[in-house]
């Protein structure tokens, strides 16, 4: 099936840190969704991005929509400990009912 | 709104046992999919329905099966359990519109020994 190379695979930092996170495909993607993931909880939606070039934001959240469709990037700025989890990028494909899911980016913050 | 209400939460089972897990769904979402999660594999789709009746597969199937007779159930069958199919398990629904974002269960942990 599709792939979706997301990395890194985690990041360490020091809180008040900027973050950064990218998945990309070989395919065409019509839909990239952010995803943050909490211990023991399922994942929930930070950010839907539905156009080639679009750039939105949700707080300290950034993401984009890559012009070429096949990549998307995250940014988290200022990362505060709350940001700590497990953040997926997923996709849609032209056609397709379901989404493809990157592996995840662990994000660590250290006092 | 509840949102997607996954049940049990946790689950040991012997290899050959069948259990059922449950899911339901009160926002009236036409899509659910069934999806599990395991260590450095992301979240890999097993079953979808695109409504009442509609069922198909995902990426990776095999061990399980679904049924979707009302709009807000979509349980997911083990008939004979496998320890490759401990996993945390999760349920997830969204409107028929295709771009329409995924909303998430809390996850049912199955150990299957």
């Known amino acids: 099936g599709q792939q979706l190379n997301q990395s890194p695979q985690s990041m360490f930092i020091q809180e008040g840190e900027d973050v950064s996170m990218n998945c990309t495909s070989s395919s065409i993607f019509n839909t990239w969704l952010w995803y943050k993931q909490d211990p023991g909880e399922g994942p929930v939606l930070l950010i839907a991005l539905y156009k080639a070039g679009e750039l939105t934001s949700n707080g300290r959240l950034t993401a984009q929509f890559g012009i070429t469709r096949k990549d998307s990037f995250l940014n988290i700025s200022a990362s505060i400990p709350s940001d700590v989890g497990i953040y997926f990028c997923?996709?849609?494909?032209?056609?397709?009912?379901?989404?493809?899911f990157g592996k995840g980016t662990h994000l660590i913050i250290q006092p | 709104n509840a949102g997607v209400t996954q049940t049990p939460k946790f689950q040991v089972l012997k290899t050959g046992q069948s259990m059922t897990l449950q899911c339901a769904q009160d926002?009236?979402?036409?899509?659910m999919s069934w999806y599990r999660q395991d260590p450095g594999m992301g979240l890999r789709l097993i079953h979808y329905?695109?409504?009442?009746?509609?069922?198909d597969q995902g990426e990776v199937p095999n061990g399980y099966n679904v049924s979707r007779s009302t709009t807000e159930d979509f349980p997911l069958r083990l008939l004979s359990a496998a320890p490759s199919q401990t996993s945390v398990y999760f349920c997830a629904s969204k409107t028929g519109n295709l771009n329409s974002p995924l909303h998430f269960g809390n996850g049912t942990r199955l150990t299957v020994t």
């Open positions: 329905s695109v409504g009442a009746g509609i069922t």
């Open positions: 997923a996709g849609r494909i032209p056609g397709a009912d379901g989404l493809t």
């Open positions: 926002m009236n979402h036409e899509y």
